[in-house]
């Protein structure tokens, strides 16, 4: 299965680079096993095996610009080539919705090719794989948070749906802010609470870090977010544990 998407919120590590990318695609496959037996007479038979899932994202960048941030686009892929500590990539259809898809992948960046200029511009791809680990949840499915500038404390509440039994995956990046933030999590069977906490972290500009909270996690997720500085542009999603 292949999914290619446009108009989507793409982040990476901890930048935005939805205005950079022109098309991402996302392939999932899983190894079939051929287990036809030799009394079989009719067709053959096959066992799903282990699964395979492939990221390849392609657009233009001027190699020496990378607004608001220290590091160029170049640089970015560059330094990831062949890293074996993967990227995440936050990849939602349709851009940025409370509660629309999206997927979370730990990425292991495996080719990237500058092919051609266009004016001031470079084209170039980006190829990778998701490394599967059960420890790790390399590939989820999920769904969107929060997406916006936030200058004080704030605390917003999420529905879930209805209860994880195995826990949940968080994913935070701060692409745009002067200075750290602190994110935190916690859950209630309530919407108003009481809320019990999960766990918080502190994020550092321009990175996105993970927070896998197992066991089981009620229905209602509240995430705080209290920046250090000014403001912060947070991004975050949230996938349940199958």
């Known amino acids: 299965m292949a999914k290619t998407a446009k ?5 990476v590590g901890g930048y ?3 205005c950079y990318l022109r098309d991402v695609k996302i392939s999932h496959d899983v190894e079939m096993k051929d287990n036809t037996a030799l009394c079989t007479t009719g067709a053959k038979t096959f066992l799903p095996g282990l699964r395979d899932v492939k990221l390849s994202a392609e657009g233009f960048w001027d190699a020496d610009d990378f607004p ?10 560059t330094a990831a080539l062949g890293d074996s500590v993967p990227t995440y990539w936050m990849v939602g259809k349709e851009e940025f919705a409370v509660g629309g898809p999206v997927d979370i992948l730990e990425n292991v960046e495996s080719k990237y090719e500058v092919s051609e200029k266009v004016g001031d511009l470079i084209m170039a791809t980006v190829d990778g794989v998701a490394n599967a680990s059960e420890s790790v949840y390399s590939q989820l499915r ?10 004080e404390a704030t605390d917003l509440v999420f529905d879930l749906g209805s209860a994880s039994l195995k826990g949940i995956v968080t994913q935070t990046a701060i692409t ?3 200075d750290n933030c602190q994110v935190a999590f916690a859950h209630s069977t309530l919407p108003s609470g009481p809320w019990i906490v999960l766990g918080d972290s502190e994020v550092s500009a321009n990175t996105s870090e993970r927070q896998v909270f197992t066991g089981m996690v009620a229905r209602y997720l509240q995430i705080a977010v209290k920046p250090l500085a000014n403001f912060n542009t947070v991004v975050s999603a949230v996938a349940k544990i199958s």
Do not use: C, K, M, Y
């Open 176 to 178: 745009n802010n002067d």
């Open 7 to 11: 108009n989507i919120l793409v982040i």
């Open 16 to 18: 935005n680079l939805s």
């Open 142 to 151: 999920g769904q969107w948070l929060i997406n916006s500038s936030i200058n």
């Open 68 to 77: 608001d941030t220290g590091q160029n686009i170049d640089e970015l892929f």
